[in-house]
């Protein structure tokens, strides 16, 4: 497959404060999981139960981030990236997700920022990339309400120990996901199978982000926002439209009207209500805090259809037509585009962050020094045009940040599926920069007016 979209962006694509970057996730690379007092988290204990990831994989190692994140903050300068967007592990700064903080934990953190602002590379932390601490999960998890004030102390704590130096903050990443596929699905931690308890973990993770907000404003100056997973739902045909209206509501609407608008969206409360009784849900005004931005990852558009016997959505998404990614996914950069519009017309005036995008490609092995991905250059270089659409288009958006800079563990996938920019070759830890790392670097010197 051969990118659709020039590799150099025209002149003033992208606005003055624009940035480019990478993101990763604190389980999925950095390793060393019981090392330097890090507590237990709902991931380490995920991986031990039989059949929950590929070949029984686990993030005890991954890229070995923790100590080679020297080494990778390299590897961003050398691609002249602009921003790094990574997580804080909560069990590696506060081991019980309560109570006094593991000082060598934050310490490890705080000379990341410190390492990042030397390079000139912005540090953006997320706060939650859904590793629990495990004593978290055992008082009853997101679950209980008890665990959004929790998570608000640690947040405070986070402002406290690196509100000085880190640039962004994102409270929760995906809580889609950590509702639905952890509590309803159960293929994500902690596992669980009940859809009455996975709204309710959406609620109290919603909460926990408005209460998020508050902490993290009374101690840094530095924007702040949640990151969601958008997906544009697309009737396979017109009796579907219903279907796809729903699984609108239920994965998009569902997070963006509380935050945005304070309220949720009716047709799902009532959707929901007659099967699961009153939800009750309350605390709107605290989940819709300003936030300074909206963080947006973005993979795939998914083609729905209706099913009566799928409880409780009665819509079911169909396989995907080809082209497709390594997980089986579309590739459509078009539906960022929608994506990007749509939150505009609906939403207004925001600012946006895409805080993930890009593939998963099955990559040959390095030959002459690197690894040849086309696929995956030609995503990039097509999703970021579509990025560029949409800000001609008049959508403001300040950062685009690919997934990921390293490939990693990709959850239930274990290390099967690789979406880094960066080759890992997971038995030596070399890291291989791919043709992609290399395009991207290349591009964004030329929006930069450098040689490319
Ligand atoms: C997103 C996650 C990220 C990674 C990508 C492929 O849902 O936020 O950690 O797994 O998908």
Redesign the pocket.
């Known amino acids: 497959m051969t990118a659709t979209a020039p590799s150099r962006a025209p002149e003033g694509s992208f606005p003055t404060g624009f940035r480019f970057g990478a993101a990763t ?1 604190a389980y ?1 690379i950095e390793g060393a999981a019981r090392e330097d007092g890090r507590g237990e988290s709902i991931w380490d204990r995920f991986c031990t139960l039989p059949g929950a990831v590929a070949n029984g994989d686990t993030g005890d190692v991954a890229c070995d981030h923790y100590h080679r994140w020297e080494e990778d903050l390299d590897l961003l300068s050398a691609l002249g990236l602009e921003s790094y967007r990574f997580s804080i592990a909560w069990p590696r700064v506060q081991p019980d997700g309560r109570g006094a903080l593991n000082a060598k934990g934050v310490a490890f953190y705080r000379r990341l920022v410190e390492a990042l602002l030397e390079r000139g590379i912005e540090p953006v932390a997320t706060l939650y ?2 590793d629990l601490p495990q004593a978290r999960q055992l008082a009853g998890g997101w679950a209980v309400r008890e665990t959004a004030s929790y998570f608000a102390e640690y947040a405070a704590a986070m402002a406290g120990a690196l509100g000085d130096v880190v640039e962004g903050w994102v409270t929760h ?2 809580p889609w ?1 950590v509702a639905f596929l952890g509590h309803a699905h159960g293929v994500k931690a902690p596992g669980v199978r009940d859809w009455r308890t996975a709204l309710t973990v959406s609620h109290n993770l919603l909460v926990s982000h408005g209460l998020a907000v508050d902490a993290l404003r009374a101690g840094s100056d530095a924007p702040v926002g949640i990151t969601l ?1 958008l997906t544009p739902m697309r009737p396979v045909a017109p009796k579907d439209v219903a279907a796809a209206v729903r699984l609108d509501g239920h994965q998009n609407r569902w997070f963006l009207d509380p935050v945005l608008r304070g309220t949720y969206p009716e047709d799902m409360v009532e959707h929901y209500e007659r099967r699961f009784g009153t939800l009750g849900f309350g605390e709107l005004e605290v989940i819709a805090r300003p936030i300074d931005f909206l963080g947006v ?1 973005y ?1 795939n558009p998914a083609a729905v259809r209706a099913a009566r016997r799928v409880a409780p959505l009665e819509a079911e998404l169909v396989t995907a037509r080809p082209p497709t990614t390594a ?1 089986g996914w579309t590739v459509d950069a078009e539906g960022l585009h929608e994506v990007l519009t749509r939150l505009r017309r609906d939403y207004g005036d925001l600012t946006i962050y895409i805080t ?1 995008n ?1 593939a ?1 490609f099955d990559d040959e092995r390095a030959t002459d020094g690197t690894i040849e991905d086309p696929s995956r250059v030609a995503y990039l270089a097509d999703h970021i045009e579509a990025v560029r659409r949409a800000i001609a288009d008049g959508v403001d958006i300040r950062r685009y940040y690919a ?2 800079l390293l490939d990693n563990f ?2 239930e996938h274990g290390y099967e599926k690789r ?1 880094g920019i960066v080759g890992v070759d997971f038995g030596t830890q070399v890291r291989t920069v791919k043709r992609s790392g290399l395009w991207y670097r290349d591009y964004i010197a030329g929006v930069r007016g450098g040689a490319a």
């Open positions: 996730a999925q990339h859904w990443n995906e996901v997973n990852n993979y997980m993930e890009g998963a997934w990921s990709e959850w979406f």
